[in-house]
Nanobody, 111 residues
Framework: QVQLVESGGGLVQPGGSLRLSCATS????????MRWYRQAPGKERELVAS???????NCLESVKGRFTISRDNAKNTLYLQMNSLKIEDTAVYYC?????WGQGTQVTVSS
C-alpha cells in the first residue's frame, strides 16, 4: 500500500526557515520522480519543485535560491528545505509521486 505522509509545516515569520518531510511507504523513492506542490487559498495547485530518478532537480522560478528539494533513499523520504520564506509562500504543501498524494501540510508565513 502506497502512503505519503507530509510533516514539518507550521507558522513562521518572514525570512524564517522550515524543512518539510514526506515519509513514504509502498514504493522506493529513488525509482520515481518526486514532487512538491502547493496550493494557496483561492489559487490553483502549483508545482514547486521536483527531483528526477537521476537526482536532477527543478523548481519554480519564484523559489529558486530559497527552496531545495532532496531525498534520502535510505529513509525513503523526500524533503523540501525552505529558507527566506515570504508571505506569498503561505499554502498547503503536498508531496506527490506517480498518481499518489499526501494529505498536505500547512505552511503559514506571517509576522
Amino acid at each position: 500500500q502506497v502512503q505519503l505522509v507530509e510533516s514539518g509545516g507550521g507558522l513562521v515569520q518572514p525570512g524564517g526557515s522550515l524543512r518539510l518531510s514526506c515519509a513514504t511507504s509502498g514504493f522506493t523513492v529513488s525509482w520515481y520522480a518526486m514532487r512538491w506542490y502547493r496550493q494557496a487559498p483561492g489559487k490553483e495547485r502549483e508545482l514547486v519543485a521536483s527531483i528526477s530518478v537521476d537526482g536532477s532537480t527543478n523548481c519554480l522560478e519564484s523559489v529558486k535560491g530559497r527552496f531545495t528539494i532532496s531525498r534520502d533513499n535510505a529513509k525513503n523520504t523526500l524533503y523540501l528545505q525552505m529558507n527566506s520564506l515570504k508571505i506569498e509562500d503561505t499554502a498547503v504543501y503536498y508531496c506527490n509521486s506517480q498518481s499518489y498524494w499526501g494529505q498536505g501540510t500547512q505552511v503559514t508565513v506571517s509576522s
